[in-house]
């Protein structure tokens, strides 16, 4: 076996200092005593630690992002661009370089992610999951490079991440409407291979089965792949097999902007005929005909919190792997006719 790669906690024990000034000593910042700067240079020379470049030359340590392809730029993505602003931000305040890495199923694989993103950063975070397997993030962390998950969690593994309380989003956006007294909801669900996805259905099949209700199959139809308004052709499959139920669950906030146009379409008023709710608190759901009710999930400061995480690790000092939960709160708009009761009293 060849020899350990140097770590920065490695350096920081022989040259008797914290990971955090090592970390300084990199990146030039002020404030460390000359002939600690210069102990720490002679350690990092002594253990063959090799700095990763930025793209304009310099010393400043890289990190990579990691997220799947879209079928539009992830960066206007309504809820991943959030994500990813966080993420930009921290890492610039801390004087990193931000290497974006597009996965896309059809033409990637592992082996190229490890001749190219891996060699190129200190660390990274993967962005979700969906195409990026579990499988493919246990053979990067095998790698010994630090990475962190945002919005994506492996349950078998101890990885570091920052998820939303997705799971308390969706039981919160169900008890919401139970409590206004709808009884026939249907369910727009999203595909399994997101895990926040499947944590959300999982919290709105909790509050159902605490309220002893269960979706007829005909209101929960099968995710669609292969189509920009999901929740359109899902509502439009409910729409057309006759009754209809009084609310609509869907997973995420892209999910009812489609559901909506096909509620009204079919000539439906929301909500004195369709309440409508979902999760994420994306920014145009504050400006859909009518607002969107729905659950907020921090995603500008989960992307900070994801870098922070990471800037740890680099340095050496997190040595246990933490999953850290964001909590998430219920928007009330007029889509689920709250607000217009609440208007009338």
Not at 146 to 161: A, F, G, M, T, Y
Request: aromatic residues 6%.
């Amino acid at each position: 076996m060849g020899k350990a790669k140097p770590t920065m906690r490695k350096i920081a024990e022989a040259a008797q200092v914290s990971p955090t000034t090592v970390w300084m000593v990199i990146h030039n910042k002020p404030g460390i005593a000359p002939q600690t700067v210069q102990r720490v240079w002679a350690t990092i020379a002594d253990l063959g630690y090799k700095l990763k470049p930025t793209a304009n030359g310099g010393q400043a340590e890289s990190v990579g992002l990691l997220i799947e392809q879209y079928s539009v730029p992830v960066i206007s993505d309504v809820f991943y661009g959030e994500i990813i602003r966080g993420f930009q931000t921290e890492a610039e305040r801390l004087g990193y370089h931000v290497v974006l890495s597009m996965f896309d199923r059809s033409t990637g694989n592992i082996d190229l992610l490890k001749r190219g993103l891996v060699q190129k950063v200190s660390g990274f975070v993967v962005a979700n999951d969906g195409d990026i397997t579990p499988e493919m993030v246990i053979q990067l962390e095998s790698l010994s490079v630090p990475i962190v998950l945002v919005e994506n969690h492996i349950d078998e593994q101890r990885l570091p991440c920052v998820v939303g309380d997705n799971f308390m989003a969706g039981y919160q956006i169900t008890r919401h409407l139970l409590k206004l007294g709808h009884r026939q909801i249907a369910l727009l669900r999203g595909p399994t291979k997101y895990s926040s996805l499947v944590d959300r259905l999982r919290g709105c099949m909790a509050a159902l089965a605490e309220a002893g209700l269960l979706i007829p199959a005909k209101w929960m139809p099968k995710p669609v792949s292969g189509h920009p308004l999901k929740g359109y052709v899902q509502m439009k499959e409910i729409l057309e097999q006759g009754e209809h139920p009084t609310a609509v669950i869907a997973i995420s906030d892209k999910t009812a902007f489609g559901a909506m146009e096909a509620i009204r379409e079919a000539g439906l008023r929301i909500p004195d005929d369709v309440a409508v709710a979902s999760i994420d608190n994306t920014l145009e759901s504050a400006y859909t005909r009518p607002p969107l009710t729905t659950v907020n999930i921090p995603k500008y400061e989960m992307g900070v919190l994801a870098l922070q995480k990471l800037h740890r690790l680099i340095q050496g000092e997190d040595t246990i792997p933490v999953k850290t939960i964001v909590y998430s709160e219920l928007i009330v708009r007029e889509s689920c006719g709250a607000a217009v009761l609440q208007s009338k009293r």
